[in-house]
């Protein structure tokens, strides 16, 4: 009997630690990302909009800030305010910077 609590013990943390896992994203620079990194780490961002992501950016520039994102079709106000702490915002040439994007 005990062997068989110890593994639902077991069993229920190893759960736990997996859930508290899923859709924890790392921080991203949506200047510098690839689409597959945006769409993995931009919670509400899929595939599609990560392309589109980096289609505006080709076409428009880089971000100034994250709230720049609502410019892009599909993209709103709600996901860019889910993900703030998240996003990042340097230059193509300072990739390495870890730059706080502002909320204005």
Not at 27 to 34: E, F, S
Request: charged share 20%.
């Amino acid at each position: 009997m005990n062997v068989l609590n110890l593994l639902r013990k077991v069993i229920l943390i190893s759960s736990l630690i997996f859930v508290a896992g899923i859709g924890q994203a790392a921080p991203v620079n949506i200047n510098t990302a690839d689409a597959a990194a945006l769409a993995e780490n931009i919670s509400g961002i899929g595939p599609k909009k990560a392309q589109a992501i980096v289609t505006y950016r080709k076409k428009n520039g880089p971000f100034k800030n994250a709230q720049e994102l609502t410019n892009v079709k599909g993209i709103g106000k709600k996901t860019v305010e889910k993900n703030i702490n998240d996003l990042r915002v340097s230059s193509v040439g300072n990739a390495s910077s870890k730059k706080k994007v502002s909320k204005n």
